[in-house]
């Protein structure tokens, strides 16, 4: 067979195609189950043994050929169609498409984002625990024994299974005091839990029934030397908290503290802001009181260090449990704890997108 003569003809055929629909005949009288090209192909097992290497080698050349043409040809044709389309409408390719949305981020995202920014340049690391906790680590752990009407306090979501829903962040303190002893770890240590609690409450303008925290401790190595003992202080924790209260709420609040019952601090405090709302003067959001209870905080109670498996007498520590929703209401003067979970767009979509 003359292969070169029939590369030629079927190349002229694919040249001569017009449109679309005789490419498409064309290629399958080539190419289909009795494709001429194909039986070109197949057509060596008639020949001698030893002829059969060069004509397949060639055979095979004349089918590579043919097929790139055709797919050359097929692609002309539809990039014909599309201009056609194209240009039956006033659709210009050229311009630039709309700007698709991605959406906003939620406001407890960014300031939690923001606190953990703040907390990490001070030396902090971040700390994770189940929000499906044992009461071990929900009370006991934190100094709460089983009759200590602080329980009750806490409206806790019991577990058919003997656990319950964690009530705040502070188990994750005794977690990773256990954690980081039993690996050897020395303090200093400085961390942050940022992390969703649950309460069976009664829902209202400053009560959820699952909300977020975040949880901070800090415990170091008392010194002892000639002059007494110096360790992590009280002063340490009220400059640490007035720090993190500006640089989150952009601006100098008043603040006061006072002291807060928490059994696993001693001393423990309330650190209060002056209500933004009513700017002190008494409104339904701080309860006529002229203050938000936001920050309760305090120094690590002996009992949880032991717990956490470190001697009260060589290390103290400070501890505090934010609530990020109110910290996210003052933020940004959001009167009503209810819009955070209420998915409303028209609230949610007043904050930042989430960066591309
Ligand atoms: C505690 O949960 C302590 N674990 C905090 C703590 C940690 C004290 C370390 C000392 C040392 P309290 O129950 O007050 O404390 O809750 C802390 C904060 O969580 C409150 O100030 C409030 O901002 C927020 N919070 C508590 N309950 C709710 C709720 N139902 N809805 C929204 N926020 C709440």
Redesign the pocket.
């Known amino acids: 067979m003359d292969i070169t003569g029939k590369q030629d003809e079927w190349l002229q055929a694919i040249a001569a195609a017009s449109d679309g629909p005789a490419v498409a005949e064309l290629e399958a009288r080539l190419f289909g189950q009795k494709g001429e090209v194909l039986e070109m192909v197949r057509s060596v097992t008639s020949l001698p043994r030893e002829e059969r290497p060069a004509f397949g080698k060639a055979a095979n050349g004349v089918k590579l050929t043919v097929d790139k043409a055709l797919a050359a040809r097929k692609d002309g044709f539809a990039q014909i169609e599309l201009n056609k389309e194209l240009n039956a409408t006033d659709f210009d390719p050229t311009e630039p498409g709309p700007r698709a949305r991605t959406g906003a981020m939620h406001p407890i995202t960014i300031v939690q984002n923001e606190l953990v920014d703040l907390f990490t340049s001070m030396g902090f690391q971040w700390e994770d625990g189940p929000e499906i906790e044992s009461e071990y680590f929900n009370f006991d752990a934190l100094n709460i024994p089983g009759d200590h009407p602080a329980r009750e306090s806490?409206d806790t979501f019991l577990l058919s299974d003997g656990n319950l829903l964690r009530t705040?962040t502070?188990p994750v303190q005794v977690r990773t005091l256990q954690r980081l002893v039993k690996q050897g770890f020395e303090p200093p240590l400085k961390v942050i839990v940022p992390g969703r609690c649950f309460?069976s409450?009664t829902v209202d303008k400053?009560?959820?029934h699952s909300?977020y925290?975040m949880?901070g401790l800090v415990v170091d190595r008392v010194q002892k030397g000639e002059n007494g003992a110096t360790g992590i202080s009280t002063a340490n924790l009220i400059h640490t908290m007035k720090t993190c209260l500006r640089v989150i709420l952009e601006r100098d609040v008043e603040v006061r503290l006072r002291p807060g019952f928490?059994p696993?601090?001693e001393p423990?405090f309330e650190l209060d802001v002056n209500c933004p709302f009513c700017s002190g003067k008494g409104c339904s959001v701080c309860k006529q009181s002229g203050w938000i209870?936001?920050l309760?905080?305090?120094m690590v109670h002996p009992n949880v260090l032991k717990e956490g498996g470190l001697d009260p007498e060589e290390y103290t520590g400070f501890?505090?449990?934010m609530?990020l929703?109110?910290v996210v209401m003052l933020r940004y003067g959001i009167d009503d704890?209810r819009h955070f979970m209420g998915g409303n767009l028209r609230f949610l979509s007043q904050f930042p997108e989430v960066p591309r």
Do not use: D, K, L
């Open positions: 806490q705040h502070s309460r409450e400053t009560h959820e909300f925290q949880e928490f696993f601090v423990g209870e936001i309760p905080c305090g501890a505090f449990g609530g929703q109110r704890i």
